[in-house]
C-alpha cells in the first residue's frame, strides 16, 4: 500500500474502448454511478473492522463536518494540525492497492467520458464513515483538502476534484419513517443542483446507496446524508477526495 506523491498522468483510451457500465445524472453538474465488484466491498469491510479493532486508524470525527462518532482516515496524502496545532497526523495510506487503482481508474472514465483534458489526478484523502442510529451528514461539498486553516499549511488546499462514494454496508431497514412512507428519506444522500431552476437538470438527485454503489461526482457538488434509525446496524461508507490538475 504505497503512498504517491506523484500526479498519476491521465489515462490513455484506445479507440473504441468500452467502459463499465454507470448511470447518469445531472444536478447542474454531471454524477456518474459504478458498480464496485463485490470483492472489492467484502475487502474494504474486513480492512476497516481489521484495523478499527487493532486501533490503527485515525478517528477523523473533529476534522470532518458529519455528525458521526466513528469516521476514520485511511488516506492521507500531506499531514495536518488541528487548529490548536496540539495534534499533528502524519501522511499515511491503509488502502489496498487493487483497490485504490480501481477507484482512480474510474475518476479517470469520468473525465473521458465527459471530455475534460486534465494534466492528472493526485488522490488527496480517503475514510470511511460508520453511522450509527440518529447520526447525519450536514449539507456540504468538499475540496481537496482537510479544514486547513493554518499557515503556511492552507496553501496546500486543492479546490478542483472529484468524489468518489462507495456503499459499503448499507441496511435493508433504514428504520421508522415518522412521515410520508411513500417519500422516504432515512439513510438517504441528496445531490443539490447550484441553482433553483430545473429547465435542463433536476434540482436534486436522491439516491439510497446499495453495497458496491460508487458515485463519482466535483468537489463542488453539495450534497447531505440523511440519519438512519435502525437500531442494530450501521450504515457505512467509502468517500476520497482526488484533486484533478488541469
Known amino acids: 500500500m504505497s503512498l504517491s506523491s506523484e500526479i498519476e498522468e491521465p489515462k490513455i483510451y484506445e479507440d473504441g474502448h468500452t467502459h463499465l457500465d454507470y448511470v447518469r445524472m445531472e444536478t447542474g453538474q454531471t454524477l456518474l454511478m459504478f458498480e464496485a465488484p463485490q ?23 473533529n476534522r470532518l463536518l458529519g455528525k458521526i462518532e466513528d ?9 495536518f494540525y488541528r487548529d490548536d496545532d496540539t495534534e499533528k497526523v ?16 474510474r475518476i479517470h472514465d469520468y473525465l473521458h467520458i465527459l471530455r475534460i483534458e486534465y494534466l492528472g489526478i493526485k488522490t488527496n484523502s480517503s475514510w470511511i464513515n460508520d453511522m450509527k442510529a440518529g447520526e447525519y451528514s450536514p449539507i456540504h461539498n468538499h475540496n481537496g483538502g482537510t479544514g486547513i486553516s493554518k499557515p503556511p499549511l492552507e496553501n496546500m488546499v486543492h479546490r478542483i476534484g472529484l468524489i468518489g462514494l462507495m456503499g459499503l454496508k448499507i441496511p435493508e431497514d433504514m428504520g421508522e419513517e415518522f412521515t410520508r412512507e411513500d417519500n422516504p428519506r432515512n439513510g438517504f444522500t441528496e445531490f443539490f443542483g447550484g441553482g433553483h431552476g430545473t429547465m435542463f437538470a433536476n434540482f436534486s438527485n436522491i439516491i439510497k446507496l446499495r453495497e458496491g454503489t460508487f458515485i463519482v461526482h466535483p468537489y463542488d457538488v453539495i450534497h447531505t446524508v440523511y440519519p438512519h434509525f435502525n437500531l442494530n446496524e450501521t450504515r457505512r461508507t467509502f468517500t476520497t477526495n482526488i484533486d484533478v490538475y488541469y
Open 71 to 79: 469516521e476514520y482516515s485511511l488516506y492521507q496524502s500531506s499531514s
Open 90 to 105: 502524519d501522511n499515511h495510506n491503509f488502502l489496498p492497492d487493487n483497490v485504490h487503482q480501481w477507484i482512480k481508474d
Open 39 to 61: 470483492d472489492i466491498v467484502l475487502s474494504m469491510n474486513k480492512l476497516y473492522e481489521k484495523y478499527v479493532s487493532e486501533g490503527m486508524l485515525y478517528n477523523m470525527k
